[in-house]
């Protein structure tokens, strides 16, 4: 990996249900840090895909009486048609039914087993199919609940693998302890290090019951528990997505991990773990962010009637203003409320009304006062001042993959260019031949701040920015136009639709 790399992932979908709007805010949060990364000349690789094996997905197919491999087929291609839907720009989709992917997953747990990692033994515990994972006491709700679905384990019994995690409590102590932004924000960071505190157990690292999977190379009547399967999928997605050429020198370790809370303990302590066994790098971030729950701030469910459909969005707003809203309204890294009256609102009052506004109140100044031409004059200082260290600000925030605060960051200047707009009153000044000079800076400054947006704003509505640079004649995307200064003077405006329609 060189320093000009970064490479980014979700997490991979099970395919035993169809894409939600979770998928989605997970898939467009993190397409927003890759494409601002692309801006800022990094060589970005960005992955995601789907989970395919496992308990769930085999029950799910034998419940239509369908063989595992065709419900996956069915659904990853779902899930993969999503991606452009949502304008995600990933370089790669993988299925873990790769044959390529399950090669070497086989390669890499038989380094841990030849490193004396793993072990024979019988593991009884309390299991919850949904999870296809054993809880340890302290997850495990009164009554024997699921801390997460809140439904019954079972007590499952058999002879597995075992993965000797215990043995990692130190060095993933260490690794916490000395690397405080290995996972963000704090409160999941804390809660991965009080699970390491309370004591790591081993864990099953194959399972005999089961053979949707990918077989145990030096006990073929075994397929590795689902989890190790799919974590390795951020590894070894390198080593095929481009024909003919290893990426894994590259891009290995990973930048960032993107996740929900629900698998924090798989990506912050068995990821690492599985990791060391094999000799391999650790990545640098895991991301963790919060979930999205219906307007009622209950859990989406189709049953409580609360649920946001991603497609309803896409189809009466399109899917910028759906990526915008998502990362607007809930503060990334918590939970939030998501609702179709709020997407509209927001729609309403800050897309159409404030940036949409913006622009074209811009654009149609200058194409009648100036026939179309922003005048060569320097920009105004006072909005320069306003946008002075903008975009480190902003590149700072998306370091940390503060999606939302960057955002709330460069709208307060969307709002500020606004302002602007009614302190100059461009409108008065052109009836004053006096002022002209007043009117060319009003003008150049206001084109600049429209387009210094737009740059800034492009990895979150991709291609409403794209027309926008494009009628006002600056096109680039690079993070040098991110600067305000006087890139946007002397281009010609061109007319423009208003990007978002009022409804
Ligand atoms: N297959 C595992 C992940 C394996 S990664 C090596 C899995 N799949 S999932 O389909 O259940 O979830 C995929 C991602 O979507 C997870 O990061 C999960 O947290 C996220 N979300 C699922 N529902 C969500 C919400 N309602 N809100 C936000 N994100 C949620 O877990």
């Known amino acids: 990996m060189n320093n000009r790399s970064f490479y980014i992932t979700t997490a991979i979908s099970y395919v035993n249900g169809v894409p939600h ?6 898939a ?18 960005f992955l995601t895909g789907t989970d395919e094996h496992g308990e769930p997905v085999a029950d799910a197919a034998r419940a239509e009486g369908i063989d595992p491999q065709r419900l996956a087929d069915r659904n990853a291609e779902r899930f993969k048609a999503l991606m452009p839907l949502l304008s995600v720009s990933n370089d790669f989709f993988i299925r873990t039914t790769d044959e390529e992917h399950q090669r070497r997953v086989q390669a890499v747990l038989q380094r841990v087993h030849d490193n004396g990692h793993t072990y024979k033994g019988l593991y009884e515990g309390w299991y919850c199919p949904r999870c296809a994972d054993f809880k340890v006491e302290n997850e495990i709700l009164e009554g024997n609940l699921c801390p997460i679905h809140e439904s019954a384990l079972t007590r499952e019994q058999e002879e597995n693998w075992f993965f000797r995690l215990s043995t990692f409590q130190e060095p993933l ?4 302890d000395g690397q405080r932004d290995f996972v963000m924000p704090s409160r999941p960071f804390n809660e991965a290090r009080s699970f390491i505190a309370s004591g790591l157990q081993d864990v099953s690292l194959s399972r005999a019951r089961l053979n949707w999977g990918v077989t145990v190379p030096w006990d073929p009547s075994h397929v590795f528990y689902v989890w190790f399967d799919a974590l390795l999928n951020y590894y070894t997605a390198l080593g095929y997505a481009r024909d003919g050429h290893d990426l894994t020198d590259e891009f290995w370790p990973a930048t960032y991990h993107v996740i929900g809370k629900d698998i924090l303990k798989f990506h912050t302590i ?11 790098p650790l990545p640098h971030h895991v991301f963790v962010h919060g979930f999205l729950l219906g307007a009622d701030g209950r859990k989406m469910s189709k049953s409580l009637g609360n649920v946001l459909d991603p497609f309803e969005v896409i189809d009466e707003l399109g899917t910028d203003p759906l990526r915008f809203y998502l990362l607007r309204d809930v503060a990334f890294g918590g939970d939030g409320a998501v609702g179709m009256d709020a997407v509209r609102a927001r729609y309403e009052s800050e897309l159409a009304n404030e940036y949409g506004n913006l622009a074209s109140r811009t654009i149609a100044m200058v194409r009648r006062y100036r026939d179309g031409v922003v005048p060569e004059v320097a920009v105004d200082p006072e909005l320069g001042a306003e946008f002075e260290g903008l975009r480190d600000r902003v590149a700072e925030l998306l370091d940390r993959a503060e999606v939302s605060q960057a955002l709330e960051l460069i709208w307060q200047r969307v709002r500020r260019a606004n302002r602007y707009v009614e302190e100059r009153a461009p409108w008065q000044l052109a009836r004053d031949p006096s002022a002209a000079g007043n009117l060319d800076r ?10 210094v947006l737009s740059v800034l704003l492009h ?12 009628a006002v004649g600056a096109p680039e ?19 423009l639709e208003p990007l978002f329609p009022k409804r």
């Open 173 to 176: 102590e260490r690794l916490f």
């Open 477 to 495: 995307l690079g993070w040098d136009a991110a600067a305000f200064g006087e890139r946007g003077t002397g281009t010609r405006h061109a007319a």
């Open 459 to 470: 990895p979150y509505m991709p291609s409403s920015t794209v027309k926008l640079l494009d």
């Open 28 to 45: 467009i949060a993190t397409d927003v840090i890759a494409r601002h990364m692309r801006q800022r000349g990094l060589d970005v690789f």
């Open 270 to 280: 068995f990821w690492p773990a599985i990791l060391l066994a094999a000799d391999l």
């Open 21 to 26: 709007l979770g998928h989605a805010y997970e």
């Open 442 to 451: 009003a003008l150049a400054s206001l084109a600049e701040a429209v387009r």
